[in-house]
């Protein structure tokens, strides 16, 4: 750390702060260290580590720390490092013969791959919690350089930075149910690993009624169809009551007809001289 320290302080201090062009890769992954220049006739053009070892030159082989990893490019003099390790961190400078100063210098930094965080049930519960929380944790083995954070969809819970010694660590999240997206992430400056919290390990806020609500519901449900039956009762008391008055209403106008009278003659009798004619009614029928 402290000869890192020193050879910043130089290089800032010479060639300016500026001068320095950090790079980030992951480990794995090729990465070109560019001179932003091309080779004149006769130019001889040299790579050098931060302690100042040769690694690389146009004219000459490639020295065998990175053996076959390390490529030049003929006309510029462009290093690139394929396959990638994380001890291949360090400053890198760029020479060249025609020039007393370094063309370019490099900070470069290789990543390791993040891990998947797992997420688990945490056995050990705060005194304030209740029994029925749902306790988490999400771990990561052998880490360094990077953060772990509990989100809730796209807020940030917690989280807790790992420094550059590599450790396990393992952060605590407590929850009544699961209401939102939750996931653990872990990430550095240029990649992360996700983890979701799904509802094998904690119950939705959403999921099965209670014993009680499902009560209520069907005490709610039965007492509104005793309404919706006495309300059909009292409609049909109406109804009838209805009909019945208009039929009494009905009869009371109905018009009383008589029958045409028919007139009979009465026969002379002995007993009798006066001759008369005697006028009979006939029955009266009602329609």
């Given at each position: ?7 910043c302080?130089?290089?800032s ?20 260290l ?6 004149q ?61 370094p063309?370019?210098?490099f ?23 209740s029994?029925?929380?749902c ?8 880490e ?9 969809g ?38 992360n ?6 509802t ?31 309300a059909?009762v ?21 018009e ?32």
């Open positions: 750390m402290f000869i890192f320290i020193f050879l302080w130089s290089l201090g010479v060639f300016g702060v500026d001068a320095v062009k950090s790079v980030s890769v992951t480990e794995g992954e090729s990465v070109t560019n001179t932003d220049t091309e080779i006739t006769g130019e001889l053009i040299m790579w050098r580590t931060g302690h100042n070892s040769l690694i690389a030159k146009i004219k000459g082989n490639i020295f065998e720390r990175f053996r076959d990893r390390l490529t030049l490019n003929e006309k510029t003099g462009s290093l690139t490092i394929t396959n990638t390790r994380t001890t291949d961190s360090g400053l890198y400078r760029v020479i060249s013969t025609r020039s007393k100063m063309l370019n210098t900070n470069l930094t290789v990543y390791a791959r993040l891990p998947v965080p797992v997420i688990s049930h945490s056995s050990k519960q705060s005194s304030s919690s029994s029925s929380n306790s988490l944790l999400c771990s990561v083995l052998n360094s350089d990077a953060t772990l954070s509990w989100y809730a796209m807020s940030v819970l917690s989280s807790i930075s790992l420094s550059d010694l590599r450790v396990n660590l393992s952060l605590p999240l407590e929850i009544e149910c699961l209401d939102d997206a939750y996931s653990c992430v872990l990430n550095n400056t240029i990649s690993q996700t983890t979701h919290l799904n094998e390990l904690c119950r939705s806020c959403s999921g099965p009624v209670s014993e009680s609500l499902i009560v209520l519901i069907s005490s709610s449900s039965v007492a509104g169809s005793l309404m919706i039956v006495a059909a009292g409609i049909f008391c109406i109804c009838k009551k209805h009909r019945k008055t208009d039929r009494e209403v009905q009869t009371r106008d109905r009383i007809t008589y029958a045409d009278p028919t007139f009979y003659k009465r026969h002379k009798t002995r007993q009798s001289a006066v001759e008369s004619d005697a006028v009979v009614y006939g029955g009266v029928m009602r329609r």
